[in-house]
């Protein structure tokens, strides 16, 4: 009932505003400092990287690799008998020195439990577990359930068809250290990115979102977590409460309620977490609703503890309203737009012509925000990334915009329910020895990542 009211509070706002500048004010004008605002924070965080960029070449901050916390390191796994043991096999290679791995099989319906109880003689430091049927559903449970056998300090969860190289807790821990951090995500990648035109645009997204990732981090913004490849400082995830067995989004979740509680997460680009794109779109649609449904709600449940806490630090603040605003933007454009037609057919003044140029403005302000990313964290060749941008944007405008209008409309109207929307893993082609192939050349590719 709160989520429904702050909702509603939120749309009826958003529609008086718009009567208001529909009759009284010179609507463009404010769709255009709405743009500006954007564009100007955008450029804000590209400035501070390049910043923090300069200052690193000039001052170099090693890493401290003496610092090694024990890692326990949580796979959640639903039904994953065909992804499982290859994806303990491959964190079984991490090279860090003191690490336990415990596999969760979640009330599986597969043979997930026999082939953890065929393998686990295989691995010294390995623990699974079964839930039953009884137990509260969710990843969050799951995760909290694991949370009280676990041994470590700092706490590594990677999804079921998670692939790292050997090096990635010891490039990926070092960011943990400084005592406000408490937690840190790394970067996401597809593996299986040329499998199909809809793995390749999943595998876009994660660049444009490691960017806006890296430029949030670059001004100790909102980072979020990504549920895959999160590590996270024991101390920060009690402070919190553990994780919220209500929500759908765990990662976004957790995030949210770490910085209301002053903590930082941090973001490293340089380390990679390879996980499988979906290749059809049925359930792609599926996994996209959870996503959007579950950020959504996570800002109307703690809308008010984040306008109060006095732990959240000014430049969080800042950066979540910034980021609220790329949601509300689009609905915002499309409803100028449909005022703007109907005015224009009633042969009234209208601004239609100006609208639509600020509609085409804001795409192409997307487009080249995408082009950048695939320049720089995918290396595409200049023809190939015009194409890919304007493809991927059409792509998420049809796939992510129906889907956050049926989930306002859901959250208005339907009754909010626990269905975690899983992903199937284990549909994906993909070779091998990929993962070597697309793996990162330790610091030496991480400084061509930062310097283009």
């Known amino acids: 009932m709160k989520e429904r009211i702050v909702l509603l509070s939120i749309i009826s706002s958003l529609l008086v505003l718009l009567y208001v500048f529909q009759h009284h004010m010179n609507t463009p004008c404010a769709l255009m400092t709405i743009l500006i605002f954007m564009a100007v924070y955008t450029a804000y965080m590209q400035i501070a990287f390049k910043h923090r960029v300069r200052k690193q070449r000039k001052n170099p901050v090693e890493k401290n690799y003496n610092y090694t916390p024990y890692v326990s390191i949580l796979i959640p796994a639903h039904n994953e008998a065909d992804v499982i043991e290859k994806t303990i096999e491959n964190i079984s290679k991490i090279e860090y020195p003191k690490y336990e791995i415990i596999v969760i099989d979640d009330r599986s319906e597969d043979n997930t439990a026999q082939v953890l109880e065929q393998i686990c003689s295989k691995y010294t430091n390995l623990k699974y577990f079964s839930r039953t049927k009884e137990d509260f559903p969710g990843k969050s449970a799951v995760l909290n359930d694991a949370l009280k056998i676990a041994k470590g300090d700092a706490i590594l969860v990677f999804d079921a068809d998670a692939r790292v190289n050997p090096n990635f807790l010891k490039e990926l821990i070092p960011a943990l250290e400084p005592e406000q951090v408490g937690a840190v995500q790394a970067r996401k990648v597809i593996i299986n990115r040329e499998q199909n035109f809809l793995t390749r645009c999943q595998d876009n997204e994660m660049a444009i979102d490691t960017h806006f990732q890296v430029g949030r981090d670059s001004v100790k913004g909102a980072v979020e977590l990504r549920g895959n490849g999160e590590l996270i400082k024991r101390t920060a995830l009690e402070d919190v409460g553990g994780w919220n067995i209500y929500t759908i989004t765990d990662d976004l979740d957790l995030s949210t309620r770490m910085q209301i509680k002053g903590w930082d997460v ?107 990313s695939l320049r720089k964290y995918v290396k595409l060749k200049p023809l190939e990334n015009i194409v890919q941008s304007v493809a991927t944007s059409l792509y998420i405008v049809v796939l992510w915009f129906p889907v956050a209008v049926f989930i306002v409309f859901k959250i208005i109207f339907m009754k909010n329910n626990m269905d975690w929307g899983k992903t199937k893993h284990g549909t994906a082609k993909v070779t091998t020895d990929l993962l070597e192939e697309n793996k990162l050349e330790n610091k030496k590719e991480a400084e061509e990542l930062i310097n283009v």
């Open 266 to 372: 941090r973001f490293c680009p340089e380390v990679c977490v390879y996980e499988e794109g979906v290749p059809s779109y049925i359930p792609l649609v599926k996994q996209r609703r959870r996503w959007i449904e579950g950020s959504i709600r996570r800002y109307l449940e703690h809308f008010s503890d984040v306008l109060t806490s006095k732990d959240m630090s000014l430049r969080v603040s800042l950066d979540m309203t910034a980021y609220i605003t790329e949601f509300i933007l689009p609905i915002w454009m499309v409803a100028e737009i449909a005022f703007q037609s109907y005015r224009y057919i009633k042969d009234d003044s209208n601004w239609i012509l100006s609208s639509m140029a600020l509609s085409l403005a804001m795409c192409g302000f997307f487009i080249i925000a995408l082009y950048y």
